[in-house]
């Protein structure tokens, strides 16, 4: 933990006190996202001391050209931003002739942030003394509308405490933004145009290169003392830049506010001739509501995404506080409405790392959507992957391989790979398998084969093309080697035979082989549409099983486990308990040279493996190799935890798997990476919800059914979630003493519970 100024609370995140040096902390914290769009939680007023602007669009990014000191064949062109959009939360506040700008204050007090997860909004409150002598007293309140996803709202309250003044605000439009993470400082944004209609104002613009259009549009409107007024208006403009000066006497004591309904239209959804128009009609409908009433539906949505999503946990607020958190960010960053989305590592909270999906999506995301939302939403992220299915091809091709071999990128918007890292776009290869398991993962619990016979079988196929022609047979071993990989732990590169990446070159090449044979048997003119466009011979088949039979695993008898790679125990075993505790994080205080060549861990690896297919493994096993690894593991990716707490749970390592949840769930929170300033690790919260739904509920599929190990650790006194069960809601509510499950919506419903087969009635609750 290296921050613990979040208040507890079970459903907002708090702030009190204003402190300049924690503001970039807090602007991630409390960003605020509808799957379309999202922004930090930056302040409206203009603010002089150290802040991270960010307001970004779903789906529109920037080619940043790569830079690198050394290039290689291969490298992709460039790397995918995401882009700081024109912004449109900026209201300039001047009171006497002075701007209020809260680094300038002679004073500051009673200063409040919250972020209410429950009803969807954002609001702050202060006093503030400014160097004119004037005392005020400001509240703001913004939210993005879930239903109305192109538009946001602002209301900003200002009420002058000590005596009459002059006052005005500015709300403004600028795309004269700069982006935090830029490879060569380019230009991003080419503004098109500048223009107003009465209190409506508008900037078109359109990104360099991807030639992405977008219309930024507000509209404002005035009351005093909650009396609607109207407002003659100055235009301040410049060529990237409108804002409109409304300018009033405003007695003591009296509170004046505007409302600000702005937001985007672009050409990811409309005609980027049209956009103008479009904007109209959306501050049309939004005008028409007025802010009170897109409130008041902001709540209903936000009250029907916790009513399946939500989890609930007794006796032990920060635990509480802390899924609540995760899982309100992981609803702002993807709604799953639109399948040429994705869930970018920092969603809508930060620029580090670009792209928009990495493989988190389908290793750590998948579960999460499927379970709180419905089976389409799950299905459209597996095609987002099919869609990238010919770039996948190409990025295949660029690295020499051939025949439809496919290798899905790293990091993407568009399917090609764009990462900037030679030794993660050439050789952090396992992220193909995730692919494959993920269409493993929605098949076996939606239990909708359809989709492997529609699209999925040609992913399949593609990937164990790849894998088939990246194996090499050793003469020495007698088997199929891969070299050259870096595995999950990136703190090893280039090593021969890694585990995880071998284990799961063998299973998907397995897999395809099965579902061939599955497709080609019970989906005749599905498999000849596929032959037809893949071209599949029957001598591909021999060779895919013949490197699936004869695949090498590191092993070692001496320890009883696998090992990570070749040559792991070549390295100086020294166990992070031993690690003096201000070497950490070693990716902040060591050479990348040193890191090489430890023996440390950045997430799970070999563990990540058994993980997957903890099914294939015996408890023993699993023991062995948590026991083995886990004390080498440093934790410094957001994705190590949550895999940790869950096998520590499935091991009855219960105050282990408590530490791990607390540290995944408050990961941001409390800035366990120290890294919060630059965005929230968006992915790895999906990771947060299985820790409790998984680690703690014990939820797996065996036998086609759903099955419960329910645990609970010792500082709770009860927990409950929701599980949307191919289109059954079931809810699980954990006691020390016993465990009820009972149905929302459904039909009586066989369950596993600790090994026995369990019959929840439609009714009621059943106890077990």
């Known amino acids: 933990m290296n921050q613990d100024y979040i208040i507890p609370s079970a459903w907002s995140i708090l702030e009190e006190g204003f402190e300049k040096d924690r503001i970039t902390s807090s602007e ?46 291969g490298y992709p062109e460039y790397f995918a931003k995401v882009i700081n959009a024109p912004s449109w939360i900026g209201i300039k506040v001047v009171i006497d002739g002075e701007q209020l700008d809260l680094n300038t204050c002679s004073s500051v007090s009673n200063f409040r942030r919250e972020l209410n997860m429950k009803e969807g909004w954002l609001s702050r409150s202060f006093n503030a003394t400014l160097q004119n002598g004037v005392e005020i007293k400001v509240s703001a309140q913004r939210f993005l509308s879930m239903e109305h996803d192109e538009i946001g709202a602002i209301k900003y309250k200002v009420t002058p405490l000590n005596r009459d003044v002059t006052m005005s605000y500015e709300p403004y439009l600028d795309s004269g933004i700069t982006n935090e993470d830029t490879n060569w400082d380019d230009k991003f944004w080419n503004t098109l145009s500048v223009s107003e209609n009465g209190n409506r104002a508008y900037i078109m613009a359109h990104t360099m290169k991807t030639m992405f259009h977008v219309c930024t549009a507000m509209y404002n409107s005035f009351t005093v003392d909650g009396r609607p007024i109207s407002l003659s208006l100055k235009t301040n403009k410049t060529d990237t830049y409108i804002g409109h000066i409304y300018e009033t006497e405003i007695k003591e004591g009296e509170a004046f506010t505007i409302h600000k309904i702005a937001g985007y239209v672009t050409s990811f959804n409309h005609d980027k001739d049209t956009l103008k128009d479009e904007a109209n009609k959306v501050l049309d409908t939004a005008s028409a509501l007025g802010y009170k009433a897109l409130l008041e539906k902001q709540k209903e949505d936000w009250a029907a995404i916790w009513a399946m999503s939500d989890i609930v946990i007794d006796g032990d607020v920060k635990a509480q506080q802390g899924i609540r958190f995760n899982i309100m960010q992981l609803n702002q960053t993807y709604s799953g409405k639109d399948s040429r989305l994705n869930i970018g590592p920092k969603g809508f909270t930060g620029e580090k790392y670009g792209g ?27 095609t987002y992957r099919y869609n990238h299915l010919e770039k996948a091809i190409e990025n295949a091709e660029k690295l020499g391989f051939k025949n439809g071999a496919a290798l899905y990128p790293m990091v993407t918007m568009n399917g090609e790979e764009c990462h900037n890292e030679w030794e993660i776009t050439f050789e952090e290869i396992h992220r193909n398998g995730a692919m494959i398991f993920a269409i493993y993962n929605y098949v076996r619990y939606t239990g909708d084969y359809s989709y492997i016979p529609e699209k999925g079988l040609e992913v399949l196929i593609a990937v164990a093309r790849f894998w088939e022609q990246r194996a090499t047979f050793s003469k020495k071993k007698d ?18 035979n890694n585990f995880y990446t071998n ?82 994080p070693i990716n902040q205080k060591w050479s990348w040279d040193r890191i090489l060549r ?21 408890e023993e096993e699993l023991k062995k190799h948590f026991d083995f690894y886990e004390p080498f593991t440093v934790h410094e990716s957001s994705l190590s935890p949550c895999v940790h707490s869950i096998q520590a749970a499935k091991l009855d390592r219960m105050e282990q798997a408590y530490t791990f949840y607390l540290r995944t769930s408050r990961l941001d929170l409390d800035d366990y990476n120290k890294e919060v300033h630059e965005g929230l690790h968006i992915t790895s919260m999906a990771g947060t919800w299985m820790s409790v739904v998984e680690g703690f509920g014990g939820m797996r599929i065996k036998e086609d059914k759903l099955s419960f190990e329910p645990k609970m650790p010792e500082a709770w006194d009860g927990f409950s979630f929701k599980i949307n069960f191919r289109g059954q809601i079931l809810k699980v509510s954990v006691q020390k003493e016993k465990v009820g499950f009972s149905l929302d919506k459904g039909d009586n419903l066989d369950i596993i519970v600790n090994g026995k087969n369990v019959e929840v009635k439609a009714e009621g609750i059943t106890e077990v």
């Open 356 to 382: 928009s999906t990495y493989w988190d999506t389908e290793a750590y995301c998948i579960p999460f959507y499927m379970a709180t939302k419905d089976q389409q939403v799950a299905r459209n992220l597996l």
């Open 28 to 73: 991630s914290l409390m960003s605020i996202g509808n799957g379309a769009m999202g922004q930090r939680a930056n302040f409206e007023e203009e603010y002089s001391g150290k802040t991270f602007q960010g307001s970004y669009i779903g789906g529109i990014y920037y080619p940043d050209k790569t830079r690198v000191g050394w290039w290689k064949n």
């Open 598 to 618: 430890s023996p440390y861990i950045k997430q799970a690896d070999t563990l990540q493996c058994l993980y997957f297919f903890e099914d294939q493994f015996s």
């Open 503 to 584: 284990y799961l070159a063998k299973w998907c090449l397995d897999y395809a082989l099965e579902h061939v044979q599955k497709v080609s048997a019970d989906f005749s003119s599905d498999y000849k549409r596929i032959l037809d466009k893949t071209n599949l011979k029957e001598d591909e088949l021999k060779s895919w099983k013949a490197v699936a039979d004869r695949m090498y695993f590191p092993y070692s008898e001496e320890k009883g486990v696998y090992l990570q790679q070749d040559n792991f125990l070549d390295k100086e075993l020294i166990t992070v308990a031993d690690l003096d505790k201000n070497q950490r």
């Open 479 to 496: 088997s199929y080697v891969i070299l050259g990989v870096t595995g999950p732990n990136e703190y090893e590169n280039n090593v021969n």
